[in-house]
């Protein structure tokens, strides 16, 4: 079955790679997110329009300062989430993936509420049903791997939170 928002994901998927995208999207999008949060109280993120999405509360792997990250997400089918360091297909991995893999103990905001959440970066073995799911959500997004000359890396979210906030509900 199609629905309105999975024919709009196909639509936009494609414009979504391009080089125009990925030159704009990094600096239009972060004040695109506050200006959302500050409206819908967190509840909403631009991604979250189209995709489950998320804000992510690491702790910075140098700094030990807090960091936030507004991130899609793919619900695992067992109750998590995979998020990926895709960084707009860019050559450096996102500062968040260096964040978790010294700091796995994080939190996520899911439609306005905070719940602590354990990061586990998803192995080798797994990567390519990993992707297919991912790609499931939103089709050609394994082409920001393929573009950046690096392997993205991959995390699962979980928490014992129940029901799960990373259940499906778009």
Not at 72 to 85: C, K, S
Not at 102 to 110: M, R, S
């Amino acid at each position: 079955m199609w629905s309105p928002v999975r024919l709009l994901r196909r639509a936009l998927a494609p414009l979504t790679r391009t080089e125009a995208f990925r030159a704009i999207a990094p600096r239009a999008l972060p004040p695109a997110e506050r200006l959302l949060h500050t409206v819908t109280g967190g509840r909403l993120i631009v991604s979250g329009i189209l995709v489950p999405s998320l804000v992510l509360h690491t702790t910075g792997a140098k700094s030990g300062r807090p960091r936030a990250s507004e991130l899609m997400y793919t619900p695992d089918g067992n109750g998590g989430a995979i998020i990926a360091g895709t960084n707009f297909a860019r050559d450096n991995h996102p500062a968040w993936t260096f964040n978790l893999r010294a700091h796995p103990e994080c939190e996520a905001v899911v439609r306005g509420r905070r719940y602590s959440v354990h990061a586990a970066e998803i192995e080798n073995g797994e990567r390519d049903a990993v992707w297919a799911r991912i790609e499931r959500q939103w089709p050609g997004y394994r082409a920001y791997e393929r573009e950046s000359g690096r392997i993205v890396r991959l995390f699962r979210l979980t928490t014992d939170a129940k029901p799960s906030p990373f259940t499906k509900r778009l």
